[in-house]
């Protein structure tokens, strides 16, 4: 089996990356993080000659989840959303007005994800695994090497816990506990910035150092 295809296009006012899943033998993709842009997203995955199966939110921010409504309407595919911030997508427009940005509303998702669940984008899993600190209802997806984070780890940076339903306690758990015992090589793709590994960030970031040591040493 041929492993995923992940695409990074970043986009949007945020610079949010929205990423493409996809399984390149059988041509499936899912969309991780649909952000303001959606006709570049959509674009791309006509230029690849890929099917769009599906959209996996990793949490509900306003600039993962603002081309929600546009995918869905143009594909009509499901999207998958952890039920612990669903009341934040629901608030997305109210999230929009907070910070000036004009934003649909999306449809109501249509799963919900669970910590062990496992998805899939043609043959190719992800495991779900619940990371709660940025938002209530953060989930990574990890797979084939690979631990699409959302906004809970960056390159040498943690998510932000300064808005609603963030907690830096207990983000700090979710990656101490979900994260840090992947294998070192594991490729981090994260909301925001360049892509990382689990072993740069678990000697060189210095928001898990706890004593002068690495958090999972």
Not at 150 to 158: E, K, P, Q, T, Y
Request: include cysteine; aromatic fraction near 6%.
């Amino acid at each position: 089996m041929a492993p995923p295809e992940i695409v990074c296009l970043t986009n949007g006012a945020f610079a949010e990356n929205c990423y493409l899943v996809a399984d390149p033998s059988l041509g499936d993709v899912v969309i991780v993080d649909p952000g303001e842009e959606a006709e570049l997203f959509l674009r791309r995955i006509e230029t690849e000659g890929w099917t769009l199966r599906a959209v996996w939110l990793t949490h509900a921010h306003l600039d993962h989840v603002a081309g929600v409504a546009h995918v869905v309407r143009a594909t009509g595919v499901a999207t998958y959303l952890h039920p612990a911030d669903r009341s934040l997508y629901d608030g997305v427009v109210e999230q929009g007005q907070w910070l000036g940005v004009e934003t649909e509303a999306p449809p109501p998702p249509d799963h919900e994800l669970a910590h062990g669940d496992t998805v899939r984008v043609g043959d190719c899993s992800f495991k779900v695994v619940h990371t709660p600190g940025h938002s209530p209802g953060s989930v990574t997806f990890i797979g084939h090497g690979a631990a699409l984070v959302g906004d809970v780890l960056f390159a040498g940076s943690v998510g932000r816990v300064d808005l609603p339903g963030g907690d830096g306690s207990t983000l700090l758990k979710s990656i101490e506990r979900e994260l840090m015992p992947l294998p070192d090589h594991t490729i981090v793709y994260p909301g925001h910035g360049p892509a990382t590994s689990i072993g740069e960030e678990r000697v060189g970031n210095p928001f898990l150092m706890k004593g002068g040591k690495a958090l999972g040493l």
